[in-house]
């Protein structure tokens, strides 16, 4: 366990640290560092990977119900959360959001590269991707209950770079194309950059956080890194995946919430204060649940 520690989860938070602690001494923009990660960084990254990977169309479709399987499990069991806490809707909604959509980006990519290698990358960024549509579909919904704002952010998903490139690297991949040195050399340049700008990104985001609202907090942490852990365990057999695939999809499923839920509470005025503190709680957390989840996965064959 403390050689996982020290050999995956220390070196991702440390970059984190380092990044919470620029932005305390500098005090430099988010936005700008935020939108080349977004727009150039990661879909040079989704592309790269979906581009070289070497595994079928299996592996989409066991992601994909794997992914859909886990989200309604987790909005399942936040939602009687919410209920037994008799929370109003704002409320309930930012828990559905905490408790539902991990940190597949910032952190999932970083650690799975640093726990299995190269392959958990490639398969990360498929979770990845199918995880991002996901929210920007269910988790817009979500967040937009709380408020009267109508269905237009749902086609936000199709102004994402990473959609695109998603979709380019998968055609590629499968049909084994061969794309020109002078495109992809550029490509794998911008990809490189893209883990550790996230990052560093992650940690501007967490440098302000506070907590609020500390039993709701706690119900949502629970539910975000051990219950999504535990239930990726028998939703991973129930979708056939073994070895390595199944190791990834269970290490991402222990991830802490995602700093995006945060910008949606906020986008849809769904207790932002309330995901925010989860944001930040979970992902201090995740830095002990994360060693334990890789630990408990490193058996499996």
């Excluded at 305390?24 to 988010?30: E, L, M, N």
């Excluded at 995602?258 to 503190?277: D, I, K, Q």
């Amino acid at each position: 366990m403390l050689s996982i520690f020290v050999n995956v989860i220390l070196p991702v938070y440390l970059v984190v640290a380092l990044g919470m602690a620029l932005h305390r001494w500098k005090r430099p923009p988010t936005a700008p560092i935020s939108l080349l990660a977004l727009n150039l960084f990661s879909p040079a990254l989704v592309f790269v990977s979906m581009a070289n990977s070497d595994f079928g169309s299996a592996v989409f479709a066991r992601t994909t119900v794997f992914v859909f399987l886990l989200a309604g499990a987790s909005l399942a069991l936040a939602w009687i959360v919410a209920r037994a806490l008799r929370v109003d809707r704002p409320t309930e909604s930012a828990m559905l959001l905490g408790s539902a959509f991990m940190n597949v980006n910032n952190l999932g990519l970083p650690v799975t590269q640093f726990a299995f290698g190269q392959g958990a990358l490639e398969r990360a960024v498929v979770f990845f991707v199918i995880q991002a549509s996901l929210t920007w579909s269910v988790g817009v919904y979500i967040a937009a209950r709380s408020s009267t704002v109508g269905w237009r952010p749902l086609l936000g998903v199709f102004g994402l770079p990473t959609t695109y490139a998603a979709l380019a690297g998968a055609l590629v991949g499968v049909f084994h194309l061969t794309v020109p040195g002078p495109v992809m050399k550029p490509l794998e340049l911008l990809s490189a950059a893209a883990i550790p700008t996230m990052l560093v990104v992650l940690g501007f985001q967490l440098s302000s956080g506070a907590l609020h609202e500390v039993c709701n907090v706690t119900a949502v942490v629970l539910l975000r890194l051990v219950a999504s852990a535990a239930l990726a365990f028998p939703l991973s057999l129930l979708v056939g995946a073994t070895g390595l695939d199944r190791k990834v999809m269970i290490v991402l499923a222990a991830m802490p919430t995602a700093v995006f839920a945060s910008l949606l509470a906020t986008e849809f005025n769904a207790n932002p204060r309330l995901v925010s503190s989860v944001v930040v709680a979970s992902s201090a957390a995740a830095i002990l649940t994360l060693a334990v989840v890789i630990r408990l996965v490193q058996g499996i064959g």
